[in-house]
């Protein structure tokens, strides 16, 4: 249906759960002429690529569906990888996304022709594509980060990073580091600690590992889920109601509740040295929260160390600690995380007078509703800056319903483009924080990704879920510069 075609109405970047849910809602508009842009070889995002062992959500099962394709059947509360990647794939063939999918070419531009009004989007592959409209649905987590650790390089071993695991690579018996302590490291650390001759965990800092609920769903649960009318229904709204409460982090006493349990979980390692180099020096929330029943138990294995000494070298046979100790090993895995500030400016994009989306975001990645940035006319991104918190699914849910009504005032109201004023951006993020800065927990000095080089938070949603639904439900049309259509009546606004 696409492979010849060069020029659609919309054009969406990413055919992960963003992009699959605006193919879906399109289609469900009427719109067909659309593509999907997608550099891996199958639906799913970041569940297409994040294969590490012990990979999952870390949002209840039950929140991760959309809610016009609701999973009843999930096995156990928070669900693996493959799970996961199964339902997306599910929802892709349901609702007839693939025809409009074309993999293997990333993205690697995207310019705004400002005589034609259109966007043209350049692949990887040196296609070009015109599109009146984009979708970025690349999200947050699509460049890897690199460890900027002297003599990288140099290693003789085998190197790879966690969310481009290497399953052909044979762990048993060998000597493995890891560099990185936290979400990627927390699920996967546990699935490989049996298996190695020795594994050396790199922490930079502790992180709070909370236990959580996981025991697989019995047969009458799932049977339950399946049968009864509002199960599911009444299990969704139970969970979205405890992650309302929550995600605020403005609930001193759930605060200090999460923190006991954090504490708590770490009493299962007996060694009490280890247990102060696990124990956070920063408040619950300060960072992203985490949650196993099984990492901390891996450090009452013998052949398991933790090392917090900063990391001085690699050497082409192992690791070397400021300490100056050398530590030999024969496979090095990066659990070092994504560039998550940069959300689409990970590739070339230009705007109105040929800004660059770089020089725009040159103090931190900001967009009005995390959605749209002044200057980029008829564009729209889906898990923008200041768009994290809660379910994904949901707030997904809310930017792409959005957006499609932005895509839909295109062709009723006979516009060339429409383009949110650089006031209106101005005022919303000055305003969002302000409302950041009263978070606490996300003043507390901690490293992490939720802050961009100049300081700013860039992406955190410091309100609730609902509260973003109301947001995104707002007219307002006055925030907005448009132009008409040659030919067409021009616009009072």
């Given at each position: 249906?696409?492979?010849?075609?060069?020029?659609?109405?919309?054009?969406?970047?990413?055919?992960?759960?963003?992009?699959?849910?605006?193919?879906?809602?399109?289609?469900?508009?009427?719109?067909?002429?659309?593509?999907?842009?997608?550099?891996?070889?199958?639906?799913?995002?970041?569940?297409?690529?994040?294969?590490?062992?012990?990979?999952?959500?870390?949002?209840?099962?039950?929140?991760?569906?959309?809610?016009?394709?609701?999973?009843?059947?999930?096995?156990?509360?928070?669900?693996?990888?493959?799970?996961?990647?199964?339902?997306?794939?599910?929802?892709?063939?349901?609702?007839?996304?693939?025809?409009?999918?074309?993999?293997?070419?990333?993205?690697?531009?995207?310019?705004?022709?400002?005589?034609?009004?259109?966007?043209?989007?350049?692949?990887?592959?040196?296609?070009?594509?015109?599109?009146?409209?984009?979708?970025?649905?690349?999200?947050?987590?699509?460049?890897?980060?690199y460890p900027g650790i002297p003599g990288l390089d140099s290693f003789e071993g085998h190197c790879f990073h966690s969310a481009r695991w290497d399953h052909d690579h044979d762990l048993d018996g060998r000597r493995v580091a890891v560099i990185g302590s936290a979400a990627s490291a927390v699920q996967f650390v546990p699935?490989?600690?049996?298996?190695?001759?020795?594994?050396?965990?790199?922490?930079?800092?502790?992180?709070?590992?909370?236990?959580?609920?996981?025991?697989?769903?019995?047969?009458?649960?799932?049977?339950?889920?399946?049968?009864?009318?509002?199960?599911?229904?009444?299990?969704?709204?139970?969970?979205?109601?405890?992650?309302?409460?929550?995600?605020?982090?403005?609930?001193?006493?759930?605060?200090?509740?999460?923190?006991?349990?954090?504490?708590?979980?770490?009493?299962?390692?007996?060694?009490?040295?280890?247990?102060?180099?696990?124990?956070?020096?920063?408040?619950?929330?300060?960072?992203?929260?985490?949650?196993?029943?099984?990492?901390?138990?891996?450090?009452?294995?013998?052949?398991?160390?933790?090392?917090?000494?900063?990391?001085?070298?690699?050497?082409?046979?192992?690791?070397?600690?400021?300490?100056?100790?050398?530590?030999?090993?024969?496979?090095?895995?990066?659990?070092?995380?994504?560039?998550?500030?940069?959300?689409?400016?990970?590739?070339?994009?230009?705007?109105?007078?040929?800004?660059?989306?770089?020089?725009?975001?040159?103090?931190?990645?900001?967009?009005?509703?995390?959605?749209?940035?002044?200057?980029?006319?008829?564009?729209?991104?889906?898990?923008?800056?200041?768009?994290?918190?809660?379910?994904?699914?949901?707030?997904?849910?809310?930017?792409?319903?959005?957006?499609?009504?932005?895509?839909?005032?295109?062709?009723?109201?006979?516009?060339?483009?429409?383009?949110?004023?650089?006031?209106?951006?101005?005022?919303?993020?000055?305003?969002?924080?302000?409302?950041?800065?009263?978070?606490?927990?996300?003043?507390?000095?901690?490293?992490?990704?939720?802050?961009?080089?100049?300081?700013?938070?860039?992406?955190?949603?410091?309100?609730?879920?609902?509260?973003?639904?109301?947001?995104?439900?707002?007219?307002?049309?006055?925030?907005?510069?448009?132009?008409?259509?040659?030919?067409?009546?021009?616009?009072?606004?």
């Open positions: 249906m696409t492979s010849n075609r060069t020029r659609y109405r919309v054009a969406i970047i990413g055919a992960g759960p963003g992009g699959i849910c605006s193919a879906i809602k399109l289609m469900e508009a009427g719109i067909r002429d659309f593509v999907v842009l997608e550099k891996a070889t199958g639906v799913g995002g970041t569940w297409w690529h994040n294969r590490y062992p012990g990979a999952e959500c870390d949002v209840p099962s039950h929140l991760y569906s959309f809610s016009f394709e609701i999973r009843k059947d999930w096995s156990r509360p928070y669900a693996g990888q493959q799970e996961i990647l199964e339902y997306m794939q599910h929802c892709a063939e349901k609702y007839a996304v693939l025809p409009f999918v074309r993999f293997g070419d990333a993205v690697s531009a995207a310019h705004w022709q400002e005589g034609a009004a259109r966007w043209e989007l350049v692949t990887e592959s040196g296609q070009r594509i015109e599109a009146d409209a984009v979708i970025s649905a690349i999200g947050m987590f699509n460049e890897l980060a699935e490989i600690a049996e298996k190695v001759a020795g594994l050396d965990l790199y922490q930079r800092t502790a992180n709070w590992v909370l236990p959580k609920d996981d025991a697989p769903y019995t047969a009458e649960q799932l049977e339950h889920f399946r049968s009864h009318p509002t199960a599911v229904a009444d299990r969704r709204e139970e969970l979205y109601e405890a992650l309302e409460n929550f995600i605020t982090f403005s609930n001193t006493k759930a605060l200090t509740q999460a923190e006991a349990a954090g504490l708590e979980n770490l009493q299962t390692v007996r060694d009490p040295e280890l247990r102060r180099k696990l124990t956070p020096t920063h408040p619950f929330g300060c960072k992203r929260p985490l949650a196993s029943n099984r990492f901390y138990p891996v450090f009452n294995m013998d052949h398991v160390h933790l090392i917090t000494d900063p990391i001085e070298r690699i050497t082409p046979r192992g690791v070397v600690s400021a300490d100056g100790t050398e530590r030999a090993v024969d496979t090095l895995i990066l659990a070092t995380g994504f560039q998550t500030g940069r959300y689409l400016s990970a590739i070339d994009v230009t705007g109105r007078g040929e800004r660059s989306l770089n020089d725009a975001w040159r103090d931190g990645a900001q967009a009005y509703l995390g959605i749209t940035t002044a200057g980029f006319p008829n564009l729209f991104m889906l898990y923008g800056p200041n768009t994290n918190n809660g379910s994904i699914l949901y707030m997904l849910e809310r930017q792409v319903d959005y957006a499609l009504r932005r895509i839909l005032q295109l062709e009723r109201e006979s516009l060339a483009w429409i383009d949110i004023r650089e006031a209106a951006m101005a005022q919303y993020n000055t305003r969002l924080q302000q409302d950041i800065d009263k978070v606490e927990v996300w003043q507390a000095g901690c490293s992490g990704y939720y802050r961009a080089p100049s300081g700013r938070v860039v992406t955190q949603w410091p309100h609730t879920m609902a509260e973003f639904r109301a947001r995104t439900n707002r007219d307002d049309s006055d925030a907005y510069e448009s132009a008409p259509r040659s030919g067409a009546r021009a616009s009072s606004r």
